[in-house]
């Protein structure tokens, strides 16, 4: 065996703390996952559990001998509690293997989602409706425990409370530390001896109720809101996870929703389009009356503002309400009226002649002759 100083590269006059830097140095050279020598390893670490214990060391100063309390004859892993603490030794502390940390016994429940469909005025008014919901609730047997009435959990004996289980094995690498969770607790780090009948341990019980549900002004469809703790309960007295309400707004036989703003078709005579008029329109709030200027083409818009939709989050704050003219030809007109367009026809100098009555090409060349 070498000299313990000369495997740590120390000299015997080195302090704890020099030992311990020297250790740690040379362990995050020589350590297998790092690609180090396996041998050389373990001969460090040997050296080390002598030298850092006291009595061992002036076992070993004054007789070369390292057997003895913490020297190379015991367990050179004895005094690490857990397979983490001898990763901080290598590596100076700060590091704690995947999934050895203490995990809580009781895990917060998931969200959930439902959807909820309002007309386009109750999306402008706001409206507050009860939804159906049928979802994970905290069971009251057994409080959220999830244990028979009368009875506790017990700290889970695979695991010791962690939930996580680690294993060292050996591949071409080295050495490899793995973690993975608990089959016995499934990382609850607690086991049940005596479940619960109506939840069958599980801390809860699938429950159909009604919530309350807040819709603001605004809403547009597709817009979430969440009710906070109201989606499935946790496992043994966990977190409830939230509840989030999706709004479906329906298509409205009048309006066409963008944004806040709205907008609808105004259909306008021809006459009152070329005379101009007052002509009533509906709002989401009543009728309004609003005057189309003479000579109105199709295509037009009048604008009333702020008479479209509420802007969400905001308090006073509104779109506007876009009006689109289309002028509408009368498609069936009796004789006096046909009679009457044409005298208008004659008077702007437009040729309003019907069928049948076209002269044409030839026609009028006659006229001109005299033929």
């Known amino acids: 065996m070498r000299d313990l100083y000369e495997i740590l590269g120390v000299g015997r006059d080195a302090g704890d703390d020099e030992i311990k830097r020297a250790y740690r140095r040379k362990a ?18 040997a050296a080390y559990e002598v030298l850092k214990n006291p009595q061992a060391r002036a076992n070993y100063d004054r007789f070369g001998d390292p057997r003895g309390p913490g020297g190379m004859g015991g367990d050179p892993f004895a005094d690490f509690g857990d397979l983490s603490d001898l ?7 700060g590091f ?39 979802l994970a609730r905290g069971c009251d047997t057994c409080e959220g425990s999830g244990a028979k009435p009368g009875t506790t959990p017990v700290t889970c004996s695979t695991c010791g409370g962690r939930g996580a289980v680690q294993q060292v094995t050996r ?12 089959p016995a607790c499934r990382g609850s780090g607690q086991q049940i001896g005596e479940p619960c009948r109506d939840c069958r341990g599980e801390g809860r019980r699938q429950v159909k109720e009604s919530v309350t549900v807040d819709v603001p002004p605004g809403v547009d469809d597709g ?16 977190r409830a996870g939230d509840l989030y309400v999706r709004v479906r707004v329906a298509p409205h ?15 306008v005579p021809m006459t009152q389009a070329a005379l101009g008029a007052e002509l009533k329109v509906p709002t989401l709030h009543g009728e309004e009356v609003v005057k189309v200027k003479p000579g109105t083409q199709t295509g037009d818009v009048l604008t009333l503002r ?24 009368p498609s069936r007109l009796d004789g006096e009226q046909q009679e009457l367009l044409r005298r208008l026809a004659e008077v702007r100098g437009e040729d309003a002649s019907g069928p049948g009555q076209q002269k044409g090409f030839l026609g009028k060349l006659r006229e001109v002759f005299g033929t």
């Open 28 to 45: 995050r050279e020589l350590h297998p996952d790092a690609g180090g020598d396996p041998e050389a390893f373990k001969e460090l670490t």
């Open 87 to 93: 990763i901080n030794a290598f590596f100076g502390g």
């Open 96 to 134: 704690e293997a995947r999934g050895s940390r203490r995990t809580s016994p009781r895990q917060s429940g998931r969200d959930a989602i439902v959807d909820v469909v309002l007309t386009l005025e109750e999306a402008a008014a706001g409206v507050r409706r009860d939804v159906d919901v049928d």
């Open 171 to 182: 591949s071409i690498f080295g050495q490899m530390l793995t973690s993975g969770t608990c």
């Open 223 to 238: 817009t979430r809101l969440r009710v906070t703790g109201r989606g499935e309960a946790g496992r043994r007295g966990g």
């Open 253 to 267: 036989e009048v309006f066409q929703r963008d944004g806040s703003d709205l907008h609808c078709e105004l259909v």
């Open 306 to 329: 702020r008479q479209g939709m509420p802007k969400l989050g905001a308090d006073a704050a509104r779109g506007d309400l876009h009006i689109h003219c289309r002028v509408e030809t």
